[in-house]
Every structure is written in structure tokens, then in C-alpha cells.
């Protein structure tokens, strides 16, 4: 095969995929641009989740009329102007690909003045290509706009997500930029609405408190720590401990004000809490280190989130001793209730997206419900599970056991607290208890949404309000009908704030903020299969949240009740993700792996 030298226009375009992967893409090249001008205030505005428009506002130096033809070439830079400069890097960008990189997968228009112009100057750029530029009123700073992104590479425009997903991802990106750089001033705007803003003024903890709400703000302990004989230093701020999340999405690295992913650090992180986090649960936090440039490569991958130390060991143990000297203070003085942590869930087949528990009084029967828990009226014979009552450890007797005997299938006992061990015939069964209860609660969600009547909520007594994150307020408006149809009722009361209003019956017992946080944080981060549908998916998120969980001990009712529903409910061999719920051992099969032949007595 022949060698050859691509076209322009396609080495053009590769090497944009390399930096441009999405909207978010373009939006984090532009607002790092305008970070690194020493923009005060950063406007944005989207549409159709970034793909018809991405348009970004900042008051910073801007740029000269002159240098606008520049801007769009290739490795083109006022940031650094040698190799050398990358060793005592200032600035977010330095490469000299984003504009350009833009350009050729977009069409762009750029508009800038600086403070000293009397007037601004508009370019434009379709395909990479300069088609004209004018002079132009325009205030000190730039703006620049994308439209039609990915219009001559429908390739890679296919594989862009739905609106609401890559809305959410801009969200979430602008979102931690703002706890980047607190002393700027950030407004995200789609289709004319306002997703979040917040006001410059310098606090972090403001701009957690408009993210999180006033609760994680409250909960937030300040670190602030020095390594004296690396000059590197560390400050932020964690959760305490009762203040847990499901996932690590709710931890934010800055290092010398870059965004950063480091899984070195995030373990350092959680290394600190020790015994006090619960398990499978993470703190909310926000670490933002400040190093030496020279001890840190920066270009190590093409949208630059990660980064090499050069002395990982100091930043691992300055990050560890900084959180354990705060968690020692609020231990010290009491700040947070000392009630025991329920048992955590322990998926045993490594299933994501199972929640564990938050440090608060458990009950084992607080998520189980009847096969009619979500009529409006539950019926009669139906026996609430006695909270605190856990699993009697003595080993069931024959007659015991004869005396519970339905269809064949008999109970003989719980595993581990995770497996129940039962006898059909002449089969061993051991069946996942969480799995088998996902599937009696899917079964039971998915009957009520076909048949549904608007009688399966449980009104709260007091509302429960939420202070949800401004990313996952642009897809929830989408959820609300489903889950409103499961027996949820959320009303919005402010840009982010909601009220639970309504549950359904079998959440009603003990339901709290953590709970519902978990299950719309789930709900939020689910990107569904293209032929599946979405309401599918919602109730195999709730059917899991109120399913009792792995490592959870069971009294015998409990799990007597648990075998009668299970033995009854279609499909019962497979979790609505598809795990098989049980497994089963022949008495051939034992009786061979115990070398005895078959119907041999004792002996």
C-alpha cells in the first residue's frame, strides 16, 4: 500500500477529534481561553444541548484586530513560546489546537476587542476556512460563537447523545468550573432559560452552597494544609461524614486551576475517612492543590485532565493527612450524630449502580414490600416486618423446616446474609436475595404502570425538600411524568429546589433525603440503550432502590415472604438487569461430588 500525505482539510479534522469529542468539548476550550484572558465574568449560551449553538461571553482583554487571522492557525499561541515555557506553565491552554480545532468541525464566529480599541472586529470560519472579517462595534472582552457542530463530519455527529444528556454534561462541566474559580462570575443559559449562576464573589463555599444547597454546604470542614519541603499545598473542602454520596461524581480536583481526574489523589481522599465513610459510599469534596509548575506535566492527554507528578508520594500523603487532621476536628467536637451504619450493599456479581447505606438508624424491613404495597390500600394479611428483628443465627430444625414447606420449595436457612438456601425436591437452591426482591418489585412497578390509577401514592406528612445540582435539572423535567406514574409527586419550588410531595406505598416507611438523592442521582446518570425504553429503565433504578439489599440479615418471616413472592413472580430466574437470581445443585451432582452412590444411606 501506497504511503501518502493526507489533504488539509482531513488532517484538519482528525486532529480536532483529538480535542473536540462533543459540546462540552467546545465549551471547556473556550471558557479555559477566557479564564486565561482574566475574565471576571463568563456568559454562556446553548442550544439543542450544544450542537446548534455554543455561544461564550467574557468581559477579559480580548484580542487585536490583527491577531484574529491568528488565532485560528494551527498551534498558533500568545501562552507560551517555547518548550521550555511548559516547565513554569500560568495558563489553561497552551497548545494552540482549540480555536482551530474548533473551526474545522464548526462554523465559528469571533468577535473581540480590547480595552484599548475604540472598536471590535468580527471573523468568521466555516470548515477551517477564514470567510470574512469586519469591523464592528463590541464591548472589551470576546465572544465566540459555534454553530453546527460536527455539520461536515455527520459521523461523528451521529454519535452525539440526546439533547438533555450533553445539556447536562455542559452542566456539569460549567458547574465545576465555577468551584474552580469562585472569583469568576458564571451564567449558563439554554434555550433562554437559565440552568445556574453564580455570583464571583470569591467564596467557594457560596458557590457550593448554590450547587449543593445550604445542607452540603453547611456540612462542608475546610482543609487547609502545607508541605513545607515541597512548597506544595492543598485546601478545599469535604463533607463530614454524615454527609455521603453514592458515587464519586461529587468530587472535584483542581490542580494549580485545572480541572483534573487523579485517581491517586480521589484514593488518598477516601483513605483519610477510614472507618468513619460507610461503605460503598463517598465523600462530597473539593481539593484543589497548588504545586510547583515544574513537578507536574501537564501534556499528557489531549483535553488535558490528566497529569503527571513528579513526586506522587507527597501529593498522596499531603492530600491524606490534610483530610484526616479535619475529620479529627469535627470528631473531636462531636459535629455529627454517632448512630450506627446500616449494613452495606455488597453486590456480589460487581453490578453497578447499587447503594449502600448512609450512616443513619437502620431497619431491616424498612425497603421491603408486599406483591400489593402500591394499591392505595394494602391489604390486611399482610404482616409488617418487625424493624430491628434480624436473622436468628440458630440452625433450623427438619421439623421446623417441614412446617414451611410451599409447592416444595423449603426454606433452610440465609447465607452469609446475602443468599438464601433453600430445597425444591430434590435441588439446592441459592437464591440472591437482592436480585429475587429487584425482581418481585420490577414485577410490581411494571403491573402498576400498565394499570396504573393514580392511587399508589403515600402523601408525606411534611414534604421533603431537595436542593438538587443545576446539571441534573435539565433532564429531571423529562423524569418527573414517569415517576410520577410510580407513585413519586415532585413539585419544583425555585431553579433547583424541589419538593417531595408523594412516594410510593412501599417507600413510605423511613424514607429520607439520602434515599431519594440516590435514586434521581441514578436516574439523572442513566444513558439508556437506543431501543430501550426509558420508563423501562426507571423502574428497574426504583425496583433496585427499594430492594432489600446483600449483607442485609433477614429474620425468618422475612425471608419466608421473600421465597413465597419470588416463587410467584414471572420471570423470577432473572434480575431486571438479567443476573440470574438462583442457582441450583441436583442431588446427583452432590451425591457424585461425595462419592456416594445414588440413594445411599449412611455409612
Not at 52 to 60: A, C, F, I, M, R
Not at 272 to 295: M, N, S, W
Request: hydrophobic share 35%; with cysteine.
Amino acid at each position: 500500500m501506497t504511503i501518502k500525505i493526507l489533504d488539509k482539510n482531513t488532517a484538519e479534522q482528525i486532529a480536532a477529534g483529538e480535542v473536540i469529542e462533543n459540546p462540552a468539548s467546545v465549551v471547556k476550550e473556550l471558557v479555559e481561553n477566557a479564564l486565561d484572558a482574566g475574565a471576571t465574568r463568563v456568559d454562556l449560551d446553548i442550544e439543542k444541548g450544544g450542537k446548534n449553538l455554543v455561544s461564550v461571553t467574557d468581559n477579559g482583554r480580548g484580542i487585536a484586530e490583527k491577531d484574529l487571522p491568528l488565532a485560528f492557525k494551527r498551534f498558533a499561541t500568545s501562552k507560551i513560546t517555547a518548550l521550555g515555557d511548559l516547565e513554569n506553565l500560568a495558563s489553561l491552554g497552551f497548545r494552540g489546537e482549540a480555536l482551530p480545532s474548533i473551526a474545522a468541525v464548526a462554523r465559528v464566529t469571533l468577535t473581540s476587542r480590547t480595552k484599548e480599541a475604540l472598536s471590535g472586529s468580527r471573523i468568521t470560519v466555516e470548515g477551517g476556512e477564514i470567510t470574512g472579517q469586519e469591523e464592528t462595534g463590541a464591548p472589551p472582552g470576546t465572544r465566540v460563537q459555534v454553530r453546527d457542530l460536527f455539520y461536515n463530519t455527520p459521523g461523528r455527529l451521529k454519535f452525539l447523545r440526546a439533547d438533555n444528556v450533553e445539556t447536562t454534561r455542559i452542566s456539569t462541566l460549567v458547574s465545576e468550573m465555577a468551584l474552580t474559580n469562585p472569583q469568576t462570575a458564571f451564567i449558563l443559559r439554554s434555550g433562554g432559560r437559565t440552568l445556574f449562576s453564580s455570583s464571583g464573589d470569591g467564596s467557594l463555599l457560596h458557590v457550593i452552597g448554590s450547587l449543593y444547597g445550604s445542607e452540603a454546604a453547611a456540612a462542608m470542614l475546610e482543609l487547609d494544609r502545607k508541605d513545607i519541603s515541597t512548597g506544595c499545598i492543598i485546601n478545599g473542602f469535604i463533607s463530614a461524614p454524615h454527609m455521603t454520596k453514592s458515587s464519586r461524581r461529587w468530587i472535584t480536583l483542581v490542580v494549580n486551576g485545572r480541572l483534573v481526574k487523579d485517581p491517586m489523589i480521589v484514593n488518598a481522599l477516601e483513605r483519610g475517612y477510614e472507618d468513619i465513610l460507610p461503605r460503598q459510599r463517598h465523600p462530597l469534596a473539593i481539593l484543589k492543590l497548588t504545586v510547583p509548575p515544574d513537578v507536574i506535566d501537564v501534556n499528557v492527554h489531549p483535553a488535558k485532565i490528566e497529569i503527571r507528578f513528579q513526586k506522587p508520594e507527597v501529593i498522596k500523603g499531603l492530600t491524606f493527612k490534610a483530610v484526616k487532621m479535619a475529620l479529627q476536628g469535627v470528631q473531636k467536637h462531636s459535629l455529627w450524630p454517632e448512630a450506627p451504619a446500616r449494613p452495606p450493599y455488597r453486590d456480589p456479581a460487581g453490578a453497578t449502580s447499587r447503594k449502600s447505606a448512609t450512616r443513619e438508624e437502620w431497619k431491616p424491613g424498612r425497603f421491603f414490600g408486599s406483591a400489593s404495597q402500591l394499591d392505595s390500600h394494602p391489604p390486611q394479611e399482610y404482616k409488617t416486618l418487625s424493624p430491628g428483628k434480624a436473622a436468628d443465627p440458630e440452625i433450623v430444625t427438619g421439623r421446623e423446616a417441614a412446617g414451611t414447606s410451599l409447592s416444595e420449595l423449603r426454606l433452610i436457612g440465609q447465607f452469609m446474609q446475602s443468599y438464601l438456601v433453600a430445597q425444591k425436591g430434590e435441588q439446592l437452591l441459592l437464591i440472591d436475595q437482592h436480585a429475587a426482591h429487584e425482581r418481585i418489585n420490577y414485577h410490581q412497578l411494571k403491573n402498576q404502570d400498565n394499570h396504573s390509577s393514580g392511587t399508589n401514592k403515600a402523601q408525606l406528612t411534611i414534604p421533603l425538600t431537595l436542593d438538587l445540582p443545576a446539571s441534573w435539572c435539565e433532564r429531571l423535567p423529562l423524569l418527573l411524568p414517569l415517576l410520577e406514574q410510580a407513585g413519586f409527586k415532585l413539585d419544583r419550588v425555585a431553579d433547583n429546589r424541589y419538593q417531595v410531595k408523594a412516594v410510593p406505598f412501599a417507600f413510605r416507611e423511613n424514607i429520607n433525603q439520602s434515599d431519594l438523592y440516590d435514586l434521581i442521582e441514578d436516574l439523572v446518570a442513566a444513558e439508556n440503550e437506543p431501543d430501550q425504553d426509558p420508563r423501562d429503565s426507571i423502574l428497574i433504578t426504583i425496583a433496585c432502590h427499594k430492594s432489600i439489599k446483600a449483607g442485609q440479615a433477614l429474620s425468618r418471616e422475612e425471608m419466608e415472604q421473600l421465597l413465597r413472592q419470588w416463587e410467584k413472580t414471572p420471570q423470577a430466574g432473572y434480575c431486571p438487569h438479567g443476573r440470574p437470581t438462583v442457582i441450583s445443585f441436583d442431588r446427583r451432582d452432590l451425591d457424585k461430588s461425595f462419592q456416594r452412590s445414588p440413594g445411599e444411606g449412611g455409612g
